[in-house]
Nanobody
Framework: VQLQASGGGLAQPGGSLRLSCAAS????????MGWYRQAPGKQRELVAV???????NYVDSVKGRFTISRDNAKNTVYLQMSSLKPEDTAVYYC??????????????WGQGTLVTVSS
């Protein structure tokens, strides 16, 4: 199983970016999918998570600005980021809890994608 993230880049303050992360491989089912971020010199933090039913939860600092969604048919999770602030600058990692056999779930991580918010 692999998670492939894309969509990072440079954005101006107040701008928008959309991250995508597709899971591939031998997948029976996916429980939650989410995004974490790690800024320079800081610990990795959970940004947003979406359940298999589509319910999203967010860290307070991004509420009202970021929207997480998923396409179950494509095993893909998205993070729409709007009203970006310089403090959103970080490497963003996707994360998912995936079962390959319908019995056991394991946590998988994608490679990071850098988001830089700067004028």
């Amino acid at each position: 199983v692999q998670l492939q993230a894309s969509g990072g880049g440079l954005a101006q303050p107040g701008g928008s970016l959309r991250l995508s992360c597709a899971a591939s491989g031998s997948i029976f089912s996916i429980d939650y999918m989410g995004w974490y971020r790690q800024a320079p010199g800081k610990q990795r933090e959970l940004v947003a998570v979406v359940t298999s039913g589509g319910s999203g939860n967010y860290v307070d600092s991004v509420k009202g600005r970021f929207t997480i969604s998923r396409d179950n048919a494509k095993n893909t999770v998205y993070l729409q980021m709007s009203s970006l602030k310089p403090e959103d600058t970080a490497v963003y990692y996707c994360n998912a809890r995936i079962s390959r056999d319908g019995r056991y779930y394991y946590e998988y991580w994608g490679q990071g994608t850098l988001v830089t918010v700067s004028s």
